[in-house]
């Protein structure tokens, strides 16, 4: 056996990852190849979960025992051998992990190099001493601002915020900052222990009083005799009190529930920080300039005039230094930022600013920001594996990334990409396509060779859409009216700025335009919390749901916050939300498509109304794997144990005492038509929807999740292992399920990320029929096939210039010089266009 560097290609034998039947597949170095088929067919599977994690077991392999215990390892791949490796690097679009204080300058490490910029060659104040670096950076204690903490804004609540309703009395919940259920009313007999009026209105209460309960710092314990209630005796307990004030912002500060926290913010009101000024920085940080300007200014600057403003010093042009090493060192530094940032604008992405926080960036752009990083690092020899990196881009900007890809390649590396762009799948040397479907029914190598050559593959489903190019017929069909509008005024968040925008209800909407202008804050955010205003706390209204799984849609991560200050007419006919965005569904083992979409709620229902369930005693509960009594204790519930190896990655093997079923044996001796909780858990979708087809909730959920082409997958089957196009139709599945009384409107985040073109086909067939039957749909794009004589959507097309014409691809600037609004000097430009028949 060889793995000889000279041999041409990467040799995959044994394959068995996930879905993948034992396959073997050669596939050339040096090339740009793309891995093809639709969601779920295996193809990452094959590209990371084999290819890459198989070179970086490997890496691990040459890295002292010691030092492997340091760094988080993948696990060893389900593969018998891989000959002809070379390492590898993986840029994989991840969603929902980054925080507030992760922003472009720490993502793309600039801002390390900007900082030694000024700590080494900035200009200080007279009698200034020189300052590290960390004394530049909001995430440090040496360079936070004391008053935010690095944050850049200070949150603070009113009585007006915490208690709407005044004529309340507060066992009535005049204190609506407080939580609910148990937890609120133990606050409120505690209060009532204290010896404060709980019955009388808020607005008789003396000022004295209110004051306290809102907003003291002192947490009294008390002991607590609750009121009996009708069938419930409560013994006394020991109760701690807590002011409205200080548990919203405990909640805030420091809950891991996006719920909890998106309910605490409603009662916060956000300013800019009176100390710095939104630049997160101390004083005599803000004291040091360099170029005349100080680290906050160029922070915030676009990256291309970043560049502009770095340019002459990168030429030796340092007019405020003298000759000696601080010239030397500005000039060196200077030119490595000037050269770092070129890369990023060939992206597309120089209307970035070093402070813009990861959070607000799309999975699109993050993924161009760690590609430009790589393009710098001057690897040779590497097989760069990247996970749709025209993902989030519009097709203007596809070229840009195509050379940079292209780029990597005549480096001497090798590029394999998973993606469903046919354009970029057309430029490319290689295809491997997998298939010819989903879960059960794919994970076979249909092709692997030169991209012409699958046009004779009649089983791939890949084939139809890069060679024939022939529509959805069934798609097709005639712009529908509105049946009422939406009008917003005023909205000013990220790059959007006092913002006028109608939108029209009761049709399909697609809001499209370039990488970074707005859609997503616009939709998203903006929209989305708009709505979550008007619709209040019901979770019902939201589209959410809490089972007793503790999974479930939820508050779907809506950011309320983002629709303030917006004035907004219209929205009395919108009777429900719900918003499906890129998030991942669970981030463990124990989240599946079961407890996610609720249907677990009715099969553990079921069990439990059992005869065999009743006569011992049984309860739903106990027919859950999260919670102790039914699991199987050795595991947990998780049907697998970690094996620990020291110096080595962690490993995993079935249970030894339930072999991987979840439940302990007396749990398992429950049957339901001869089946075993477990065994239903092990059934696909189509499987369980026969099986249940007489059980109205099970039925409903099962249905749904049919028809958005998903009945390949196990109902146990964890988050984990779902793709992200799988993970999206979930979470539509999860809001169509529901009961659709009254108007609902359907927000999506470009809902054909991670999807084949022939997943997009029956994606569109779900959301047409949601308007027809008298929904509102609207959707964040770049997907060409979602025009309006295809699809009969109104299309809103914003071309915005929020970056210099330089920066922009050259289809984007020939596009721009033709738009009616590309004359006017405004940070906006161009004109909402809401005509029938109107494309981008």
Not at 519 to 535: F, M, P, R, W
Not at 789 to 810: H, I, K, L, M, N
Request: glycine share 10%.
């Amino acid at each position: 056996m060889s793995s000889s560097a000279h041999d041409p290609y990467v040799r995959v034998r044994g394959a068995r990852e996930h879905n993948l039947r034992h396959i073997d597949v050669d596939i050339p170095r040096d090339v740009l190849a793309v891995f093809t088929g639709v969601s779920g067919s295996g193809k990452s599977s094959l590209a990371f979960g084999t290819i890459y994690a198989e070179a970086q077991r490997r890496y691990f392999e040459s890295v002292a025992p010691y030092a492997r215990r340091l760094i988080h390892q993948v696990g060893a791949p389900a593969v018998d051998d891989i000959l002809g490796l070379p390492p590898a690097v993986a840029l994989e679009q991840r969603r929902g992990s980054a925080t507030s204080r992760s922003y472009v300058g720490t993502v793309t490490t600039l801002s390390n190099t900007l900082r030694m910029l000024f700590s080494r060659a900035g200009t200080y104040p007279p009698g200034a001493e020189p300052v590290d670096s960390d004394a530049f950076s909001p995430n440090t204690a040496a360079g936070a601002c004391p008053v935010c903490h690095g944050l850049g804004r200070v949150h603070h609540t009113t009585e007006e915020l915490m208690v709407p309703d005044p004529s309340l009395s507060i066992r009535e919940g005049a204190v609506a900052a407080w939580p609910g259920a148990w937890h609120g009313k133990n606050l409120r007999d505690v209060a009532r222990t204290l010896g404060h009026d709980i019955d009388r209105p808020w607005r008789e209460l003396p000022q004295q009083d209110g004051d306290w309960i809102l907003f003291t710092d002192e947490q009294p314990v008390v002991t607590v005799h609750p009121v009996r209630e009708a069938g419930r005796i409560q013994a006394p307990h020991q109760g701690t009190f807590q002011s409205a004030r200080r548990y919203v912002m405990h909640t805030f500060a420091d809950s891991k529930s996006q719920a909890l926290r998106a309910r605490a913010e409603r009662f916060l009101e956000s300013s800019p920080c009176p100390a710095c000024g939104v630049s997160r920085l101390r004083p005599e940080s803000l004291a040091v300039t360099f170029a005349g300007r100080t680290i906050a200014q160029l922070n915030a600057m676009s990256l291309t005039a970043l560049a502009e403003v770095l340019r002459p010093s990168a030429r030796g042009e340092v007019a405020d230094l003298p000759e000696g090493p601080e010239r030397q060192i500005a000039t060196t530094l200077s030119a490595d930022l000037v050269a770092r940032i070129e890369v990023i604008t060939e992206l597309g992405l120089g209307y970035l600013s070093l402070d813009r926080t990861a959070p607000t960036l799309s999975p699109g752009e993050l993924q161009r920001l760690r590609l430009a990083t790589q393009l710098r690092s001057g690897l040779f020899g590497v097989v760069y594996v990247l996970d749709e990196p025209s993902a989030g881009l519009h097709p203007a900007d596809t070229e840009a990334l195509l050379t940079v890809l292209v780029r990597l390649r005549e480096a001497g590396n090798s590029v394999y990409v998973v993606e469903h762009d046919m354009d970029v799948v057309r430029r490319a040397d290689w295809i491997v396509d997998v298939g010819p479907h989903a879960g059960e029914l794919g994970g076979r190598v249909l092709h692997s060779g030169p991209v012409e050559a699958l046009a004779s593959v009649t089983e791939s489903v890949t084939r139809r859409f890069l060679f024939d190019g022939e529509p959805d017929r069934e798609a097709e069909r005639a712009p529908r009216e509105p049946s009422a509008w939406l009008h917003l005024r005023g909205i000013t968040r990220h790059n959007l700025r006092d913002l006028d925008v109608d939108l029209p209800l009761g049709v399909f909407t697609a809001v499209t335009g370039v990488s970074g202008s707005g859609k997503s804050t616009l939709i998203a955010q903006v929209l989305a919390g708009v709505l979550t205003q008007h619709l209040g706390a019901d979770p019902a209204a939201r589209g959410g749901t809490d089972t007793d799984e503790g999974e479930g849609v939820g508050s779907l991560g809506h950011d309320a916050g983002a629709g303030a200050g917006v004035e907004a007419k219209g929205m009395d006919v919108v009777d429900r939300l719900v918003q499906v965005d890129q998030k991942p569904i669970g981030r463990t083992p124990r989240s599946n498509l079961a407890t996610y979409t609720g249907l677990f709620d009715a099969v553990r229902k079921v069990f439990a109304a059992t005869d065999d369930a009743r006569q011992r005693g049984y309860r739903a509960g106990r027919f859950s794997f999260n919670v102790a009594g039914g699991r199987c204790e050795t595991c947990q519930g998780e049907g697998f144990v970690a094996v620990e190896l020291l110096f080595l990655p962690g490993t995993y093997t079935p249970c030894p005492t339930c072999h991987g079923a979840r439940y302990n044996e007396k749990t398992l001796r429950v049957r339901y038509r001869g089946r075993s909780v477990a065994d239903v858990l092990g059934m696909t979708v189509d499987t369980a929807a026969e099986f249940f087809a007489d059980v109205a909730p099970a039925a409903r959920s099962l249905r749904t999740l049919k028809e958005v082409g998903l009945g390949y997958l196990r109902l146990g089957q964890p988050a984990t292992e779902l793709s992200g196009g799988e993970a999206q139709r979930i979470k539509l599945a999860s809001g169509l399920q529901r009961s659709r009384r009254g108007h609902t409107v359907y927000l999506l985040d470009e809902p054909t990320t991670g999807l084949h073109p022939a997943d997009v086909e029956l994606l569109m067939r779900q959301l047409h029929g949601l308007v027809d039957a008298g929904h509102s749909v609207c959707v964040v794009e770049h997907e060409m096939g979602w025009s309006p004589e295809r699809t009969g959507c109104w299309t809103w097309a914003r071309v915005v210039e929020t970056r210099e014409a330089a920066s922009w691809p050259r289809a984007a600037r020939r596009r721009w010089r033709g738009h009616p609004g590309a004359g006017r000097r405004s940070t906006w430009r161009g004109d909402w266009q809401g005509e029938c028949g109107t494309r981008d």
